[in-house]
C-alpha cells in the first residue's frame, strides 16, 4: 500500500515536472519576444573608465556626495521619455539616497521638466536635484547616454548601469538599516 | 559495496529521468538530432519516442531492480547509444545538437563518448553490490528523486516568473510614452 502511494507520488511529481517545464518554456519564449522588442527590464553595465574610484564633486556634483556612505546618482536628459518616465515614477520627496542630475537644453526647458514632475516644489529645485545646463557634468564624467545610475560607496563613484524603469531604480536605492525599530525598514524619505 | 551501489543507483536513475522528462516535454529535438545522425526521416520520430521511453524505463528499473542483468544491460545499451551518437558526430566533424537534456544542451561529440566509462562503472557497481531493495524502499526513492526534480524546475519556474514580472511592469511604463495609433 505505501508503495503504490509512493510511486503515485512520484508520477505525479514527474507530471508536475514536465508541466513546469513547458511553463517554463513559455516565459522563455515571451522573455525571447520582449528581448526582439527591446523591453526587457534588463540593466546594462556601464563603463565608467576613469571615472571609477574618483570623489564625485571633482565631477563638478555636490560636494555633498563625497562624503556619501552610499547614494545612487540618477542622470537625466530633458530629451529622453524614458528619463521623463523615471522622474514621473521617482517617489517624491526624493528618497534619502538618491540624487539626480538633470541635462538640459536650457534653464527654461529644466524649469518645465522639473515642474511637470513634481521635482520643483517651490522656486527652486528640491535640493538633491542638480540642473547640468552645458551638459559639463555628464562631459566631464564621460557620459554620452541617459539614463544612467551611479552608485557611490565611501564617497567615491564605483560603477554605473542603464535604468530601464523606476521599477529597477526603487529595487537598487540603497536601504539603511536602523536600529532600535521594531524591523528593518526603508529610510524616511524628505530632505534633510 | 552496497552503498556505493545504491548511490550509484540513485545517480543513474535521477540523470536518467531528468533526460527522459526534458525528451519528454517536446520530441521534435530529439527527432532532429537522430535525424542528423543519419536515420531515415520516417524512422526518427519512433527512435525518439524509444530512446525517451527506454530511458524512462532502465531509470525506474534502476531503482526497483539495480541486481537484475537485464537492468543493468539497460544502462550499459543507452550509454553504448549515446557514445555511438557522439561517435558519429565527432567522425562527421559535424555540429549535432545533443539534446540530450532537451532543446538547447551542447553539441554532440567526444563528451558522449567519455561519458560512456561513468556509465559502464556504474552498472559495474550495481553488477557487484546491488542488493534487491523492497518495494517501498523502492517508491520512495522514486518519489523522493521525483519531487527533487519537479522542485528543481519549480525554482527556475519562478526565477522566470519574477524576471517575466519585472520586465512586464517595466515595459507598462513606456506605454504612456509610445505613439499612438
New interface residues.
Given amino acids: 500500500m505505501a508503495a503504490a502511494a509512493l510511486t503515485a507520488t512520484a508520477v505525479l511529481a514527474l507530471l508536475l515536472a514536465v508541466f513546469f517545464g513547458a511553463l517554463l518554456e513559455m516565459f522563455r519564449d515571451v522573455r525571447q519576444l520582449r528581448d526582439a522588442l527591446g523591453i526587457l527590464d534588463r540593466p546594462l553595465s556601464v563603463d565608467i573608465g576613469a571615472a571609477a574610484g574618483t570623489r564625485p564633486s571633482i565631477h563638478g556634483l555636490p560636494r555633498a556626495l563625497d562624503s556619501a556612505a552610499a547614494a545612487i546618482v540618477l542622470f537625466l536628459s530633458d530629451r529622453c521619455e524614458t528619463c521623463r518616465a523615471l522622474a514621473a515614477g521617482v517617489a517624491k520627496p526624493l528618497p534619502e539616497n538618491l540624487w539626480i542630475v538633470l541635462e538640459a537644453r536650457s534653464p527654461d526647458s529644466a524649469a518645465s521638466f522639473l515642474s511637470a514632475h513634481g521635482l520643483m516644489p517651490g522656486a527652486a529645485p528640491e535640493e538633491r536635484v542638480v540642473v547640468d545646463l552645458a551638459g559639463e557634468i555628464a562631459g566631464h564624467v564621460g557620459l554620452n547616454t541617459t539614463p544612467i545610475c551611479f552608485r557611490l560607496q565611501d564617497g567615491v563613484l564605483t560603477h554605473a548601469t542603464t535604468v530601464p524603469s523606476s521599477r529597477y531604480l526603487t529595487s537598487i536605492l540603497p536601504m539603511p538599516i536602523r536600529l532600535g525599530g521594531s524591523s528593518t525598514r526603508r529610510s524616511s524619505y524628505g530632505n534633510a | 559495496m552496497s552503498f556505493l551501489a545504491k548511490v550509484a543507483a540513485l545517480a543513474t536513475s535521477a540523470i536518467l529521468?531528468w533526460a527522459a522528462?526534458?525528451k519528454?516535454?517536446?520530441l521534435s529535438p530529439t527527432a532532429a538530432t537522430i535525424r542528423r545522425l543519419g536515420v531515415p526521416g520516417s524512422l526518427a520520430w519512433p527512435a525518439a519516442f524509444l530512446v525517451t521511453a527506454a530511458e524512462l524505463v532502465v531509470a525506474v528499473a534502476v531503482l526497483f531492480r539495480p541486481d537484475t542483468a537485464m537492468t543493468q544491460a539497460g544502462i550499459v545499451a543507452l550509454a553504448g547509444l549515446f557514445a555511438l551518437a557522439g561517435w558519429i558526430a565527432w567522425r562527421r566533424g559535424e555540429a549535432i545538437p545533443c539534446n540530450c537534456f532537451?532543446a538547447g544542451s551542447k553539441d554532440l561529440g567526444v563528451s558522449q563518448m567519455l561519458a560512456f566509462l561513468p556509465w559502464l562503472a556504474a552498472a559495474g557497481v550495481l553488477r557487484l553490490g546491488a542488493p534487491r531493495p523492497?518495494?517501498?524502499a523502492?517508491?520512495?526513492a522514486?518519489?523522493v528523486?521525483?519531487?527533487l526534480?519537479?522542485a528543481?524546475?519549480?525554482f527556475?519556474?519562478r526565477k522566470?516568473?519574477i524576471?517575466?514580472r519585472?520586465?512586464r511592469?517595466?515595459?507598462q511604463?513606456?506605454y504612456?510614452?509610445l505613439p499612438q495609433h
Avoid: K, N
Fill in positions: 529521468l522528462l526534458e519528454a516535454r517536446d532537451g523492497t518495494a517501498a523502492a517508491a520512495a522514486f518519489a528523486i521525483s519531487l526534480l519537479a528543481i524546475q519549480g527556475a519556474v522566470a516568473w524576471e517575466a519585472g520586465d511592469r517595466s515595459a511604463e513606456t504612456p510614452w
